[in-house]
C-alpha cells in the first residue's frame, strides 16, 4: 500500500502563491510516477503536473505552464507543486497521486493510470 498525504492549501488572493506538498510513503519500490490532479466543484478530474519517480522532467498542463513548478526529491519521498501568479479558476481541491504502470511515457499519464491518491487539499484564490 502507498500512503500520500497532502499539505499547503489554504486561501490566497489572485496573484498570490501557494506551494503544496505530498508525503509518500509505504510500499513505494513499485511506483513509477506522481502527479498532481485538482477538481473544481462540479467538475472532473483535471491533471495539473506529473513526473517519474527516478528521471526526467516534469509535464506541465498548458494551464499550468509558466506558472507552476513541480519539484520531486526522491530522498525523503516528497512531491512540492509551487504554483504562482493564481487566479481564481485555480480553486479547487488538489490531489497527489501515483501510479503503477510501467511503459507510458510521461505525455501519456492520464487519472486513470493513478492507482493511489491522497484526500486532498483546498486551494481557494479570491479575486
Known amino acids: 500500500q502507498v500512503l500520500l498525504v497532502e499539505s499547503g492549501g489554504g486561501s490566497v488572493e489572485a496573484g498570490g502563491s501557494l506551494t503544496l506538498s505530498c508525503a509518500v510513503s509505504?510500499?513505494?519500490?513499485?511506483?513509477?510516477?506522481v502527479g498532481w490532479f485538482r477538481q473544481a466543484p462540479g467538475k472532473e478530474h483535471e491533471g495539473v503536473a506529473h513526473i517519474f519517480t527516478t528521471h526526467g522532467l516534469p509535464h506541465y498542463s498548458d494551464f499550468a505552464k509558466g506558472r507552476f513548478t513541480l519539484f520531486r526529491n526522491t530522498f525523503n519521498g516528497t512531491l512540492r507543486l509551487q504554483m504562482d501568479s493564481l487566479n481564481p479558476t485555480d480553486s479547487g481541491m488538489y490531489y497527489c497521486?501515483?501510479?503503477?504502470?510501467?511503459?507510458?511515457?510521461?505525455?501519456?499519464?492520464?487519472?486513470?493510470?493513478?492507482?493511489?491518491w491522497g484526500r486532498g487539499t483546498q486551494v481557494t484564490v479570491s479575486s
Open positions: 497521486a501515483a501510479g503503477s504502470i510501467s511503459g507510458l511515457q510521461i505525455d501519456q499519464l492520464r487519472s486513470t493510470h493513478f492507482n493511489f
Open positions: 509505504g510500499f513505494t519500490s513499485n511506483v513509477y510516477y
